[in-house]
């Protein structure tokens, strides 16, 4: 399966922009790239997903490298209510390997 | 969207037990997989749940220790066999389609004396 790196923590204050890198240079075609969080006692919760093109919904914004090798998650303006594990992963599209394969994730602390 | 309801919310078990943790979703869905989390860790995969199938289980992971039913498109059930301590974890259940977003349980909290 391919592999994602992330750091392994962040800082950001509270209302302003914040941007989770991620990086997954042995990414395939078929590979989708997703993003979820994990609130502290709670099952993890999907944030956004996408192939190649950069992708926004309520939540944040996900900008796609040209290469696919790299990816970042912005929360434009970040709540204490963000404060998480992020995990960027990849997941894979081909028939019977459609599985989340979680790795340690950044954990995001917002300073208030 | 998905809501997925996990039981029990947590138990605490003597060694040498068994015990079934059920997973319903609100919706039909293709995907159901079964993950096991240790304090402080990530999430680690356990099985694919295949409806009217052997689910597929992940390096490290045997049937014979954590059994998995899928009846349907909506139910799944883990069980977690012959208990010990390091059984202790959260065990959570995830469903969704082929592609897009997966949607979690709030996690079934174990602890094993």
């Known amino acids: 399966d391919a592999k994602t790196t992330q750091p392994n923590s962040m800082e950001s204050n509270e209302e302003e922009p914040v941007h989770l890198p991620c990086n997954h240079s042995?990414?395939?075609?078929?590979?989708?790239i997703h993003w979820y969080r994990q609130l502290p006692s709670q099952g993890p919760e999907y944030v956004i997903h996408?192939?190649?093109s950069n992708v926004n919904n309520r939540m944040a914004s996900l900008a796609i490298a040209e290469d696919r090798k790299s990816s970042t998650l912005i929360l434009h303006r970040a709540t204490l209510r963000d404060a998480a594990v992020y995990y960027c992963?990849?997941?894979?599209?081909?028939?019977?390997?459609?599985?989340?394969?979680f790795g340690t994730g950044t954990r995001l602390t917002i300073i208030p | 969207s998905a809501v997925i309801s996990q039981k029990p919310s947590r138990d605490i078990c003597q060694r040498g037990t068994s015990l079934t943790i059920q997973c319903q979703v609100d919706?039909?869905?293709?995907?159901m997989f079964w993950y096991r989390q240790q304090p402080g860790q990530s999430l680690t995969l356990i099985a694919t749940?295949?409806?009217?199938?052997?689910?597929?289980?992940e390096s490290g992971f045997v049937i014979d220790k954590f059994p998995i039913s899928r009846p349907n498109l909506t139910f799944s059930t883990l069980t977690v066999s012959n208990m010990s301590p390091e059984d202790s974890s959260i065990y959570l259940c995830?469903?969704?389609?082929?592609?897009?977003?997966?949607?979690f349980g709030e996690g079934s909290r174990l602890t094993v004396l």
């Open positions: 995830s469903a969704g389609a082929d592609t897009g977003e997966l949607f």
């Open positions: 042995t990414i395939s075609g078929t590979d989708y």
């Open positions: 996408g192939l190649t």
């Open positions: 992963i990849l997941r894979p599209t081909n028939f019977g390997n459609e599985k989340l394969t």
């Open positions: 919706s039909q869905v293709t995907m």
């Open positions: 749940a295949n409806q009217g199938s052997e689910a597929t289980y």
